[in-house]
C-alpha cells in the first residue's frame, strides 16, 4: 500500500489540556487527520488495508530549512494510518523507517505485511 499525506502539524501542538476534560486532540490535529484521512481515500493506488502485522517506511520532505526531529513526525502519522483504515492499531507495527527527501510538504507513505526475520539472522 502506498500513498501520500501531508506533513502533520508540530508535536506541540497535537493535544490540549482542557480543564474538566483532562487532554484532548487540538482542533488543528483533527482537522489535519479528518483531511488527510479523505485524502487517502481518494488515491486509487493506495492498495487493500493490511491485516495484522506491518511495517511503514515514510519519505518525508522538508517544509523548510529549520533544524526538525524526524521522529516528532511518526505519532500522528501512525494515528493517521489508522483513522484512514490502512492498519487496524498501530501496535501491530514492526519496523517503522523515516528518511528526509527533499522539500515540500508531502510524505509518501508505504505500508506492507510484516515478514519475521529468522532468529538466526538476528544479532
Known amino acids: 500500500m502506498k500513498f501520500w499525506v501531508y506533513y502533520p502539524p508540530s508535536a506541540n ?8 476534560r483532562g487532554v ?3 482542533a488543528e490535529y483533527r482537522q489535519y487527520l479528518l483531511e488527510n484521512t479523505w485524502l487517502i ?4 493506488d493506495k492498495g487493500q488495508p493490511i491485516k495484522g ?3 511503514i517506511h515514510y519519505s518525508i520532505q522538508r517544509p523548510d530549512k529549520r533544524k526538525r526531529d524526524i521522529d516528532n513526525l511518526l505519532k500522528p502519522l501512525n ?3 489508522v483513522d484512514a ?3 487496524e492499531d498501530d501496535s501491530l507495527c514492526q ?6 527527501n527533499g522539500t515540500g510538504n508531502a510524505i509518501t507513505v508505504t505500508i506492507t505485511e510484516f515478514t519475521s526475520v529468522p532468529d538466526s539472522h538476528r544479532s
Open 13 to 20: 501542538r497535537l493535544y490540549r489540556a482542557v480543564p474538566n
Open 24 to 26: 484532548i486532540k487540538s
Open 41 to 44: 481515500k481518494t488515491q486509487k
Open 53 to 55: 502485522a506491518y511495517e
Open 79 to 81: 494515528d493517521l494510518i
Open 85 to 87: 483504515g490502512c492498519v
Open 95 to 100: 519496523k517503522i523507517t523515516a528518511e528526509w
